[in-house]
């Protein structure tokens, strides 16, 4: 029958579906007795039906016990290797075929049962992902981080019950060989645990999944026991300092907690944290990528300030990423308890790296006392070509309390501009038409410029992720986002939550 379908010119897909069907209901009736001959040559017989078509539960099942029983078996590579692989590519969803997705770590389990069975695993997933910079199956990373997920949940819960059964038969003075058999059975499940780990360390190296596998685990979807568990966090570390070394915001941001309030991965490493048993050295890598990307603003420090001890703690020690958040969080005023304040100008100056950047900031805040005294200019408007360092060393000759308008228009000012506009304290009116001021100078300006009520934004490369954030400015009053990458939700939450607001040019957006 499997030859006739295979060689049928006839092109239905019932066809292919009958003879599975009829192995899955021969399999419910009788394997137990059946010998590993006839095991070996069922699979073989049906591996041509399988290129095309989903292993029915019944089938899954069969293909388990047979990676179980015969995991060094030749048939696992030869025969199963082609039908996990269409199983990762297409299926979209394990929660309706859960013993499809077992069958997939049995048969992962089965290749780290090999010699350098490690390796082979991590061959096998590398396969998966082919020699291109970018994976051609979406399906496929999702489904190995479900597959490893599951697993290691059910390796925890094993585990738990392993170690409980323990504690009886030490109590109960069992016999030493049932020790042992115990002590065996947990190794077991701490070689599973290693093997599904060295999974995600490996989806890691590759650069296109990194911000797929950071939305995935930016929830925390591990049990309390993994978190806690060192083999557990040698891979966890590994994957977190990828993920907070990759240039790309969207990658590194997702180490933050997925929602406000809730613990992220950064919270999670802080000294004194469920994760931290390495004096502090991956939250020391996150915090350096923040600081140095797109978290160096007023809210992320505010957040921080809930951290300040652990921050002053790593700060004695050098830290020069802990001092930095310290200066900034003071430069900022953050921090409003004076005790406090004080306690990190001490625990600054107690260190020659710290008293350095303290002395830098002092000499920061007296250059901005100077810029902010009234006098000079109420308007102002850059010539065009202008930089960003431009418009620092004009800024930094004179006073401008009293500057209301300025405009930048048609000038080459970026995002990095902002730190110098946020020490304006009268701005009201600012035109950055057609300028590369994008979204993270956006989120900076949005902190500190209250006053401001015009703002002209036309031909900006900002989009919904920075214009958002104009949701605090509760003074706008004119607000110009032409051609700019505005969404009508957007636009829609800008109307409900800016009441000042009076005029919005929004002609070439989505929001048109």
Same mark, same amino acid.
């Given at each position: 029958?499997?030859?006739?379908?295979?060689?049928?010119?006839?092109?239905?897909?019932?066809?292919?579906?009958?003879?599975?069907?009829?192995?899955?209901?021969?399999?419910?009736?009788?394997?137990?007795?059946?010998?590993?001959?006839?095991?070996?040559?069922?699979?073989?017989?049906?591996?041509?039906?399988?290129?095309?078509?989903?292993?029915?539960?019944?089938?899954?099942?069969?293909?388990?016990?047979?990676?179980?029983?015969?995991?060094?078996?030749?048939?696992?590579?030869?025969?199963?290797?082609?039908?996990?692989?269409?199983?990762?590519?297409?299926?979209?969803?394990?929660?309706?075929?859960?013993?499809?997705?077992?069958?997939?770590?049995?048969?992962?389990?089965?290749?780290?049962?090999?010699?350098?069975?490690?390796?082979?695993?991590?061959?096998?997933?590398?396969?998966?992902?082919?020699?291109?910079?970018?994976?051609?199956?979406?399906?496929?990373?999702?489904?190995?981080?479900?597959?490893?997920?599951?697993?290691?949940?059910?390796?925890?819960?094993?585990?738990?019950?392993?170690?409980?059964?323990?504690?009886?038969?030490v109590l109960c003075s069992v016999a030493v060989g049932d020790k042992n058999t115990l002590n065996r059975v947990l190794q077991d499940i701490e070689e599973k645990v290693q093997c599904f780990m060295a999974i995600f360390s490996t989806l890691c190296t590759f650069e296109d999944w990194r911000p797929g596998l950071g939305s995935l685990l930016q929830p925390i979807p591990f049990p309390d026991e993994a978190l806690a568990h060192e083999k557990v966090l040698i891979h966890l570390r590994d994957i977190i300092k990828k993920l907070a070394e990759?240039?790309?915001?969207?990658?590194?941001?997702?180490?933050?907690?997925?929602?406000?309030?809730?613990?992220?991965?950064?919270?999670?490493?802080?000294?004194?944290?469920?994760?931290?048993?390495?004096?502090?050295?991956?939250?020391?890598?996150?915090?350096?990528?923040?600081?140095?990307?797109?978290?160096?603003?007023?809210?992320?420090?505010?957040?921080?300030?809930?951290?300040?001890?652990?921050?002053?703690?790593?700060?004695?020690?050098?830290?020069?990423?802990?001092?930095?958040?310290?200066?900034?969080?003071?430069?900022?005023?953050?921090?409003?308890?004076?005790?406090?304040?004080m306690q990190m100008v001490t625990t600054l100056q107690s260190t020659q790296t710290g008293k350095k950047q303290y002395a830098a900031l002092c000499e920061r805040q007296i250059a901005l006392r100077e810029l902010q005294q009234k006098g000079g200019p109420k308007k102002l408007t850059l010539p065009s070509k202008s930089t960003d360092a431009d418009l620092a060393k004009l800024l930094s000759c004179g006073s401008f309390g009293n500057l209301e308008c300025l405009s930048l228009a048609f000038t080459q000012v970026t995002s990095a501009s902002? =730190? /110098? $506009?946020? +020490? #304006?304290?009268? @701005?009201?009116?600012?035109?950055?038409?057609? &300028?590369?001021? %994008?979204?993270?100078? *956006?989120?900076?300006?949005? =902190? /500190? $410029?209250? +006053? #401001?009520?015009? @703002?002209?934004?036309?031909?900006?490369?900002? &989009?919904?992720? %920075?214009?958002?954030? *104009?949701?605090?400015?509760?003074?706008?009053?004119?607000?110009?986002?032409?051609?700019?990458?505005?969404?009508?939700?957007?636009?829609?939450?800008?109307?409900?939550? *800016?009441?000042?607001?009076?005029?919005?040019?929004?002609?070439?957006?989505?929001?048109?």
């Amino acid at each position: 029958m499997i030859d006739l379908t295979m060689t049928t010119p006839l092109q239905d897909e019932e066809i292919y579906q009958v003879p599975l069907e009829l192995v899955s209901d021969l399999l419910q009736q009788n394997t137990a007795s059946m010998s590993r001959m006839a095991h070996e040559n069922i699979i073989v017989a049906l591996a041509p039906l399988l290129e095309n078509n989903h292993p029915s539960p019944e089938i899954c099942d069969f293909f388990s016990k047979h990676c179980k029983n015969s995991p060094r078996s030749n048939l696992v590579i030869e025969m199963f290797t082609p039908v996990v692989q269409r199983i990762l590519k297409h299926n979209m969803d394990f929660g309706k075929y859960p013993r499809m997705r077992m069958f997939v770590q049995d048969y992962i389990l089965a290749l780290n049962s090999q010699n350098e069975g490690l390796k082979v695993v991590q061959n096998f997933v590398k396969s998966m992902h082919g020699p291109a910079s970018t994976c051609p199956h979406p399906r496929v990373l999702p489904n190995l981080v479900s597959v490893c997920l599951a697993a290691v949940y059910s390796c925890f819960e094993e585990r738990q019950k392993a170690l409980t059964t323990l504690c009886v038969t030490v109590l109960c003075s069992v016999a030493v060989g049932d020790k042992n058999t115990l002590n065996r059975v947990l190794q077991d499940i701490e070689e599973k645990v290693q093997c599904f780990m060295a999974i995600f360390s490996t989806l890691c190296t590759f650069e296109d999944w990194r911000p797929g596998l950071g939305s995935l685990l930016q929830p925390i979807p591990f049990p309390d026991e993994a978190l806690a568990h060192e083999k557990v966090l040698i891979h966890l570390r590994d994957i977190i300092k990828k993920l907070a070394e990759d240039q790309r915001c969207m990658v590194h941001m997702t180490l933050l907690g997925i929602r406000e309030n809730k613990e992220g991965w950064f919270q999670l490493f802080c000294p004194g944290g469920l994760c931290c048993n390495d004096e502090g050295e991956a939250f020391t890598v996150m915090l350096e990528k923040f600081m140095a990307c797109c978290c160096r603003r007023k809210k992320f420090l505010q957040n921080m300030s809930k951290m300040l001890g652990p921050c002053m703690l790593l700060a004695l020690r050098e830290n020069t990423a802990a001092i930095e958040v310290m200066c900034a969080m003071l430069e900022l005023e953050v921090v409003e308890n004076s005790d406090t304040k004080m306690q990190m100008v001490t625990t600054l100056q107690s260190t020659q790296t710290g008293k350095k950047q303290y002395a830098a900031l002092c000499e920061r805040q007296i250059a901005l006392r100077e810029l902010q005294q009234k006098g000079g200019p109420k308007k102002l408007t850059l010539p065009s070509k202008s930089t960003d360092a431009d418009l620092a060393k004009l800024l930094s000759c004179g006073s401008f309390g009293n500057l209301e308008c300025l405009s930048l228009a048609f000038t080459q000012v970026t995002s990095a501009s902002a =730190e /110098h $506009l946020i +020490k #304006l304290p009268s @701005l009201r009116y600012l035109n950055l038409w057609s &300028t590369q001021f %994008g979204d993270v100078g *956006l989120q900076l300006i949005s =902190e /500190h $410029l209250h +006053k #401001l009520q015009v @703002l002209n934004l036309c031909e900006t490369p900002v &989009t919904d992720k %920075g214009l958002i954030s *104009l949701t605090s400015m509760k003074n706008l009053r004119k607000l110009n986002l032409n051609s700019t990458n505005l969404s009508a939700l957007t636009f829609e939450g800008l109307k409900e939550k *800016l009441p000042a607001l009076q005029e919005c040019d929004v002609r070439y957006t989505d929001a048109w």
